[in-house]
Antibody
């Protein structure tokens, strides 16, 4: 059974940093691209970052480029999201997602989500 | 960026009713479209990919179609477990973008 378990969320002040982790199980982690997607309270979904299966390439939307860094440790089956210079608009539930088997950015498995609140 | 305009924003329907949700892409995205279901308090789940292909384990009452740059998700006979929010997502061009969502409620 595929499982994605996120940790690391919490309350953080604007301008500070936070690092999320996602431990994957139930599939061969290093065969899959992985992503993070977020959902602000009561709002829709927004893709945040993606990383290739090897970790050699990463992709971001302009809203987080230069502030967020996605990475992975294939030996630990773990995906990370380092979030710097956090803003109030980054307040959201962050989901770790597995990309479709061929790397297409369809997200076929989602974690339970972790809440990040940016507030003073 | 490709804009995905989803309609309606909310929808109230009766059990066994046919429900249709649409998504309009701002430019050609071919068949690079997915639909997700998010039940209240839960994480989203992939329903449809490549515009018309059913994801594993998804009931056959769900179907997807495409007409040009307009995409539709159809629920043939609404069940109580289908209540929740639905989102389309384009996978044609970075940044991958979602529609604004459709909240489906029981009448």
């Amino acid at each position: 059974e595929v499982q994605l378990v996120e940790t690391g969320g919490g309350l953080v002040q604007p301008g500070r940093s936070l690092k999320l982790s996602c431990v994957a199980s139930g599939f061969t982690f290093n065969n899959y691209w992985m992503s993070w997607t977020r959902q602000a309270p009561g709002k829709g979904l927004e893709w945040v970052a993606s990383i290739t299966n090897s970790g050699g390439s990463t992709y971001y939307p302009d809203s987080v480029k230069g502030r967020f860094t996605i990475s992975r440790d294939n030996a630990k089956n773990t995906l990370y999201l380092q979030m710097n210079s956090l803003r109030s608009e980054d307040t959201a539930t962050y989901y770790c997602t597995r990309d479709y088997y061929d790397g297409t950015p369809y997200f076929d498995y989602w974690g339970q989500g972790v809440m990040v609140t940016v507030s003073s | 960026d490709i804009q995905m305009t989803q309609s309606p924003a909310s929808l109230s329907a009766s059990l066994e009713e046919i429900v249709t949700i649409t998504c309009q892409a701002s430019q050609d995205i071919g068949n690079w479209l997915a639909w997700y279901q998010q039940k209240p308090g839960k994480s989203p789940q992939l329903l449809i990919y490549d515009a018309t292909s059913l994801a594993d384990g998804v009931p056959s009452r769900f179907s997807g179609s495409r007409s040009g740059t307009q995409y539709s998700l159809k629920i043939s006979r609404l069940q109580v477990e289908d209540i929740g929010s639905y989102y389309c997502q384009q996978a044609h061009s970075n940044p991958w973008t979602f529609g604004g969502g459709t909240k489906l409620e029981l009448k």
